[in-house]
């Protein structure tokens, strides 16, 4: 009765001990993970500045400062912003670490302190009974045989303490080295993202005294800007209107077939079963549709935004604009049929994929690569994307729409990795 609160106590010592240990690993796998993760974000950004930085240099090979221009260096300001959120993270992220392995290095120079006062006991008490004749006796002198074995048996267990006593000093003092060579480490990766994201709020500064030059010097031009917005509505407006008529039209169509089969009108809108697996694998992925370009940056945003340059001037945009570097393909960004391939100015070549109950919408290409009836498969390229001489800027339009509805494409292509 005696011994089990004692045992019991061991038990819960030892349970609690495998516990703390397992929450410490987990907690270190997370901090790995998160780092990971830190360092991914970070380098896609990076990735993001550098296209910004090679398109800005496209807009700046025109005469003239434009709004063009200004989104960019907008969407840069943007990006470096995030860049040093990143690397405040990472750099929080290093403390955090940097203050664990402090806590360990100095658990481990104490652990080692007690090793090394134990084992000079030890030491001590073994110089002290150094002598064979001593030993011998203190066996000779059991009261019987049991007693004399477990006296032999305890000299030999602590010949056999001493050295384990010795190995574990040696354990922890390499420990102890290592701690103290990667907290060195981590000390050196915090000074270098400090320069950098000193670094990094200079350039911030800079661009932001640039956005806030262009700004001034583009509302001096509020004449011209309000006539190139005049023509951007007149293309959006256009666009939205053939857009319905080729739902319209297509409706139309449907419900002729369905008379001519003699099929109730509430039919005529039924899919084949081909068609509604691709609207459903199309309502599957979204979040994870492709990009229709292979890289480039969302400069026109969804719904309503306010002009960059104009005060009180709202742009209504019924899909995204993503911008890219002149050259640049439009792909498809999910298998369908190409229902329609027309012009209109201002928007220049419009592809329409059908993809079950969804479309989606392609506008702004200078060549178009499918033909009206194609199938088309997703990344497939599909045309050119058209460039603004003028303000050297190469944008794709894109929009989706399921049946009369505008939806946000920029919630179903993926976020960039």
Request: no cysteine; glycine share 4%; hydrophobic share 40%.
């Amino acid at each position: 009765m005696k011994r089990f609160p004692e045992i019991f106590l061991n038990d819960a010592v030892k349970i609690f001990t495998a516990l703390l240990i397992l929450f410490l690993l987990q907690d270190i796998g997370l901090m790995a993970q998160d780092r990971s993760e830190l360092e991914r974000n970070k380098r896609r950004i990076e990735q993001e500045i550098t296209l910004i930085n090679q398109m800005l240099q496209e807009t700046r090979s025109t005469a003239d400062l434009n709004v063009n221009q200004l989104v960019i260096i907008n969407n840069r300001i943007n990006s470096r912003e995030n860049l040093i959120r990143t690397i405040n993270n990472e750099i929080s992220a290093i403390n955090r670490r940097i203050n664990n392995m402090t806590h360990e290095l100095e658990e481990l120079r104490q652990e080692l302190e007690e090793l090394r006062e134990s084992y000079a006991r030890m030491i001590y008490y073994a110089w002290m009974n150094r002598n064979a004749y001593q030993r011998i006796m203190f066996i000779f002198a059991s009261r019987d045989f049991n007693q004399a074995y477990l006296r032999m048996r305890y000299l030999q267990q602590l010949t056999k303490h001493r050295q384990l006593q010795a190995e574990k000093i040696e354990d922890t003092q390499d420990r102890l080295e290592e701690t103290i060579a990667e907290l060195e480490k981590q000390k050196q990766e915090q000074q270098v993202l400090l320069a950098e994201q000193r670094q990094e709020m200079e350039n911030l500064e800079r661009e932001r005294q640039a956005q806030n030059n262009n700004v001034q010097q583009l509302r001096q031009q509020e004449t011209e800007l309000r006539r190139q917005l005049a023509e951007q509505e007149r293309a959006a407006q256009q666009l939205q209107q053939a857009i319905e008529r080729v739902i319209a039209e297509e409706r139309r169509r449907a419900a002729e077939a369905a008379r001519a089969e003699g099929r109730a009108p509430a039919e005529a809108f039924r899919l084949t079963p081909e068609d509604q697996l691709i609207s459903d694998r199309f309502a599957d992925n979204k979040g994870k549709l492709p990009w229709p370009l292979e890289r480039g940056i969302i400069t026109g945003h969804f719904g309503e935004q306010p002009h960059p340059v104009l005060p009180n001037i709202k742009i209504a945009n019924n899909g995204i604009d993503i911008s890219t570097t002149e050259g640049s393909r439009a792909r498809a960004i999910f298998d369908g049929t190409v229902t329609r391939v027309f012009n209109i100015p201002g928007a220049h070549n419009v592809v329409i994929l059908r993809h079950g109950e969804y479309l989606t919408v392609y506008a702004n290409l200078a060549e178009v690569f499918v033909a009206n009836g194609q199938p088309v498969n997703t990344r497939q390229e599909i045309g050119l994307v058209a460039t603004d001489q003028r303000e050297s800027r190469t944008m794709v339009h894109l929009e989706v729409w399921h049946g009369n509805n505008k939806l946000n494409p920029a919630e179903w292509i993926a976020h960039q990795q």
